[in-house]
């Protein structure tokens, strides 16, 4: 087994250990851990156990902001399936959280994860120290200074309510904020767990902007091109008049954008010790059908 895929057993396990706490009533236990047990390639915990690793911290000492960060993936995609968001019926080739719950509890069951997310952090056995910088780059990165602005351009700029803006300045804001920022959060706070310097962190930070925006490119381009089956969603995209780049730029300089960007990302670590795992992941983002 490669260690990426070690990385996946480690945080599914987890994650299923956490589902197993039994809360009231019965059906809120059941609708909160459905989306974060569907699947999905755990792309963001990945990042978090190869930075930690790194930068000398275990498995142990990781796995729970690796798991934190995949509760709090979860909630962001329960909330953008909702009608009012992008209206998507399928995620990870299941139904989505309100198809199956409603859509008042999915929205609570979002508000959930994204609160017990931080839960799980304070739980982890780190130090505080440690912890009070995860937090950081973890709230701003994920909300208002991140993943949430750039939901809220999404939305905005798909309905005609900002006015003023070209359509590739927003659609640059939009991916660096919606998806990047998250991305780059998760190597970065892996990377926290273990010592690493300012140097080192500003250069992963790089490297996770990078990335992430590539990984947006290729979701676009896949959105375009790809097979409904494997993505296991709708192509949603074009229905509610979404900035995507293949709209802005084309598909083929879309493509070339992110191959771009993945080797920016990889220039970034080239040359610290341990970065093989975090240039392999730069390569999956990119390389995916799915």
């Known amino acids: 087994m490669s260690k990426l895929s070690h990385y996946k ?37 990945m990042l978090v156990m190869c930075a930690a690793s790194m930068f000398g911290a275990d498995d142990a000492e990781s796995l729970h902001i690796a798991a934190a960060i995949e509760l709090l993936h979860a909630y962001s995609l329960i909330h953008d399936d909702l ?13 989505a959280n309100h198809k199956v719950y409603g859509e008042d509890l999915a929205l609570l069951v979002g508000d959930g994860l994204n609160t017990y997310t931080f839960s799980v952090i304070a739980d982890a056995p780190i ?27 999404d939305v905005l700029s798909s309905r005609q309510r900002l006015e003023g803006y070209s359509p590739k300045r927003l659609v640059n804001f939009i991916h660096k904020h919606k998806t990047a920022k998250l991305i780059q959060a998760s190597v970065v706070c892996g990377a926290i767990c273990g010592n690493p310097d300012e140097k080192q962190l500003n250069r992963l930070a790089k490297y996770g902007l990078y990335a992430g925006v590539a990984f947006q490119i290729i979701d676009d381009y896949l959105d375009v091109v790809g097979d409904e089956k494997k993505l296991g969603k709708k192509k949603v995209d074009e229905i509610n008049n979404t900035l995507t ?14 191959q771009r960007l993945k080797e920016m990302a990889i220039s970034q670590i080239e040359g610290i010790e341990g970065s093989k795992d975090l240039i392999d992941i730069a390569r999956l983002i990119v390389e995916r059908d799915r």
């Open 9 to 45: 057993e480690l945080v599914d396990s987890f994650i299923d250990e956490l589902a197993e706490v039994k809360r009231f009533p019965k059906v809120f236990q059941e609708a909160l851990f459905y989306t974060p047990k569907s699947g999905g390639k755990r792309i963001r915990a």
């Open 83 to 95: 009608p009012v968001m992008d209206n998507d019926d399928f995620r990870r080739g299941k139904p």
């Open 127 to 153: 130090d505080d120290t440690r912890k009070v910088k995860i937090i950081q780059w973890l709230s701003n990165n994920a909300g208002i200074g991140g993943m949430v602005v750039g939901q809220v351009v």
């Open 245 to 258: 780049y293949p709209r802005v730029y084309g598909l083929e300089r879309s493509y070339d954008m992110a």
